[in-house]
T-cell receptor, first 115, second 114 residues
Framework: EPEVTQTPSHQVTQMGQEVILRCVPISNHLYFYWYRQILGQKVEFLVSFYNNEISEKSEIFDDQFSVERPDGSNFTLKIRSTKLEDSAMYFC?????????????FGPGTRLTVT | DQQVKQNSPSLSVQEGRISILNCDYTNSMFDYFLWYKKYPAEGPTFLISISSIKDKNEDGRFTVFLNKSAKHLSLHIVPSQPGDSAVYFCAATYLSSNTGKLIFGQGTTLQVKP
């Protein structure tokens, strides 16, 4: 069964450093998303992406964040200058063409620890 | 932002009995609702969904009920199995926005005892 993959599974970085979290969505999906979950809190929407453009972003997704689909398979989230409060699980998700807003398929997540 | 709430942080049931997980929402613009299950160290897995034009959707052991006037939905699992032990998230979205943004509740940890 096709699945969303994410790398790395765990990233430790120092405050102020740039990190890039990588995702490979399901191959025939066209809508891509990033969510995060701070320990003990709810899963929060960060951004949705379609046709090489951001469709919607949350207020969390400020100028320090960016997303990119550099090729036909990868979808990346970059945090330019990490802060302690960026420590969280980051989940990538994707959904099929014509199914935006319907079921999204999530990857296993990347645990980001900012020290 | 508490648009989607799951007021019970945990639920414990015996194997074979019914599990009922509840979710409330405040925004009447939501028109599609989903339940996700999450095991430790894994991402959320889609379980079942319901459109706001329906009041019930069933898939095997899982049934979701929607009461629009009360802005309440529930997930019934019958019969419950130990493998159902996980965190269950309710989520809501506006299909009309065409962006796919899901708004999640805080989750309910279900423990099914053998």
């Amino acid at each position: 069964e096709p699945e969303v993959t994410q790398t790395p599974s765990h990233q430790v970085t120092q405050m102020g450093q740039e990190v890039i979290l990588r995702c490979v969505p399901i191959s025939n999906h066209l809508y891509f998303y990033w969510y995060r979950q701070i320990l003990g809190q709810k899963v929060e929407f960060l951004v949705s992406f379609y046709n090489n453009e951001i469709s919607e972003k949350s207020e969390i997704f400020d100028d320090q964040f960016s997303v990119e689909r550099p090729d036909g398979s990868n979808f990346t989230l970059k945090i330019r200058s990490t802060k302690l409060e960026d420590s969280a699980m980051y989940f990538c998700a994707s959904s099929e063409w014509g199914r935006v807003g319907y079921e999204q398929y999530f990857g296993p997540g990347t645990r980001l620890t900012v020290t | 932002d508490q648009q989607v709430k799951q007021n019970s942080p945990s639920l414990s049931v015996q194997e074979g009995r019914i599990s009922i997980l509840n979710c409330d929402y405040t925004n009447s613009m939501f028109d599609y609702f989903l339940w996700y299950k999450k095991y430790p160290a894994e991402g959320p897995t889609f379980l079942i969904s319901i459109s706001s034009i329906k009041d019930k959707n069933e898939d095997g052991r899982f049934t979701v009920f929607l009461n629009k006037s009360a802005k309440h939905l529930s997930l019934h699992i019958v019969p419950s199995q130990p493998g159902d032990s996980a965190v269950y998230f309710c989520a809501a979205t506006y299909l009309s926005s065409n962006t796919g943004k899901l708004i999640f509740g805080q989750g309910t940890t279900l423990q099914v005892k053998p």
